[in-house]
């Protein structure tokens, strides 16, 4: 099987050197670019059917043409790559970024080179240290061998914290060195980004895609994938399972296949009830939608989302409301405060979500809690943080509506004795 | 107020951005480094060294959670509390360095030698439930392996 993103990351946990990843063929796209025009490039990928792998799924190429070419263009034009990993349940950038640092400073090559940019940022998880450390030397090894330095500039920027900077207008504020609010959209960072010039914003995963792209062709690309978007994915499954772990595989590749196969089945003495497909701010999924093949479009079909990719199983002896509720806190915690819907609508549902955890669950609550996922849904709020918390908490009240009811009936936790408390 | 050193480590950083003021992050990030937390002080000596108002450098400053207002101890355990290390037992994990260390989340031992805070996902949840001691990673744990790592720390 093909895994262009991962083969040859060192099962020893070491990154793949500057002299290894040579031998390897590394840095070979620059040389493909270099006889290429900017905008060729740039249609190459949008041809690629390459999707961003951030969370979103917005094509990766219809992205990089929304920002201005040519003379007039304002400059100097950024180049940011997104590697501030906090999704919750979601492990997969880090393995890319301590993996192979080499692979993603030259798709970043490729991605400046498209859009003509001139300074580049990597906008890591502060938390990330060995991944930061790694970045550090190879940005450092890429200057003296002159990959950059002479068309790019590339810093590393660790962030302070706090998930609302993956957001990409956050983001942009974080770099500034700004509280990390959300900015009205439009206009978009490719129009008026960091600093007011324009900007593109990509995922890890995503601009390690690129130098594969160009040194194997649209045909070769689409070919990885068993799905209806191209390439491959990286996926992942936390929770009781026998072998949780991350595994690249062609996009497309079925839920039953990534929770059965490759993580092995639940472990003994666990069955499976729902798993969140990727990340804290998909929908449940029960056993019925195992079957859909993990990529955006037939995940759209369906009316759910994909997300990160990397999914979360929740298992028969875990306390569905208990899990909602710590994945409830998260955004609680982690909203910037700047509109209200989520600033006030999230800290009520983890009080109220905490109350039938207490004991305390009324009749009434369930309905409440149904309104807030209403109020918090697309639409009502600045970025999508909010409506991100909706998704489980939506499909959570109709999927696990019986199992609130005995909170509020038992007046406790029915899984007070198990494993959390 | 900041010595020789933090100041020419937040020069180094100010090249990498076009605007002065943008660097503060980072200028709060090396003066906790050396100093182990950011004081009133020493966020007035930032604030004055990138250009910009005390008041305003405060109010970013406290929208980070990995720059520290209060003063923390030598270690700073930062436990996961996401979604798939509370699934994998989070709580009972937390609970034994409580009981450990006599402490609960946001204190700090008596003895200033560690602070216990709580940490969004640590994107390693194939290995949960996790924690970070300063700059190191401990993945699978559990009541019994949790106290061992104190014992080493």
């Known amino acids: ?421 | 107020m900041l010595t020789a050193e933090e100041k020419s480590e937040i020069e180094h950083e100010i090249t990498k951005f076009p605007v002065r003021r943008s660097a503060c992050l980072e200028a709060l990030a090396i003066v906790q480094k050396h100093r182990g937390w950011v004081s009133d002080e020493a966020l007035k000596a930032v604030a004055d060294y990138v250009g910009m108002s005390a008041t305003e450098l405060d109010g970013i400053a406290t929208f980070y959670n990995l720059i520290y207002r209060k003063p923390v101890g030598k270690k700073v355990i930062r436990i996961c509390d996401s979604v798939s290390c509370f699934i994998m037992g989070y709580d009972k994990v937390r609970a034994k360095i409580e009981s450990e260390l006599g402490i609960k989340l946001g204190q700090t031992t008596p003895d200033h030698e560690f602070t216990l805070l709580p940490t969004p996902c640590l994107g390693t949840c194939d290995r949960a439930p996790a924690l970070m001691i300063n700059d190191s990673l401990f993945r699978d744990l559990n009541e019994d392996n949790v106290a061992q790592i104190f014992r080493h720390e």
């Not at chain 1, 991100?388 to 038992?410: C, N």
Request: hydrophobic share 35%; charged share 25%; net charge neutral.
């Open chain 1, 1 to 421: 099987m093909n895994k262009p993103l991962t083969e040859h990351i060192r099962s020893d946990g070491e990154a793949v050197s500057m002299e290894d990843y040579l031998k390897l063929g590394g840095y070979k796209s620059l040389s493909v670019i270099s006889k290429m025009a900017p905008v060729d490039v740039t249609k190459l990928i949008t041809d690629s059917g390459l999707m961003g792998r951030g969370g979103a799924g917005v094509s990766t190429g219809f992205k990089m043409s929304a920002v201005p070419m040519g003379e007039k263009a304002a400059t100097p034009k950024y180049l940011i790559c997104n590697a501030d990993e906090m999704e919750p349940g979601t492990f997969k950038d880090r393995w890319l970024l301590e993996g192979n640092p080499h692979q993603l400073i030259e798709g970043m090559l490729v991605s400046a080179y498209a859009i003509e940019a001139s300074v580049s940022y990597i906008f890591v998880r502060g938390e990330y240290k060995l991944a930061i450390q790694r970045l550090e030397k190879a940005v450092k090894e890429a200057y003296s061998k002159g990959f950059l330095g002479k068309g790019l500039e590339m810093h590393i920027h660790p962030s302070a914290g706090r998930y609302i900077c993956g957001e990409e207008t956050a983001l942009m504020n974080a770099l500034e060195g700004k509280r990390a609010i959300p900015r009205s959209k439009p206009p978009f960072p490719p129009a008026i980004g960091v600093w007011g010039k324009p900007t593109l914003i990509n995922n890890v995963e995503t601009l390690s895609n690129l130098p594969h792209i160009l040194n194997n062709g649209i045909e070769w690309y689409k070919a990885l994938s068993k799905g209806v978007n191209a390439g491959t994915k990286i996926y992942g499954v936390s929770g009781h399972v026998k072998k949780p772990g991350a595994w690249e595989l062609p996009m497309g590749t079925t839920a039953r296949e990534l929770l059965e196969v490759h993580a092995g089945g639940m472990k003994d003495g666990y069955k499976f009830r729902a798993l969140l497909p990727g990340g804290a701010s998909t929908d449940f999924w029960l056993e019925d939608k195992l079957d859909t093949p993990m990529d955006f479009a037939s995940t759209a079909k369906i009316g759910t989302r994909m997300g990160t990719g990397t999914m979360i199983v929740l298992d028969d002896k875990t306390c569905p409301v208990g899990m909602l509720l710590s994945l409830e806190k998260f955004f609680k915690q982690e909203s910037c405060g700047w509109c209200t819907p989520c600033r006030d609508g999230l800290s009520w549902v983890a009080e109220i979500l905490a109350s039938f955890e207490r004991g305390e669950g009324q009749e009434g609550d369930i309905a409440q809690l149904e309104r807030h996922a209403r109020l918090l849904g697309p639409g009502s709020t600045f970025c999508a943080l909010a409506p991100g918390a909706a998704s489980p908490l939506g499909t959570g009240l109709k999927y696990f509506r019986d199992e609130f009811l005995r909170h509020i009936t038992e007046k406790r936790c029915p899984y007070a004795d198990h494993l959390h408390r």
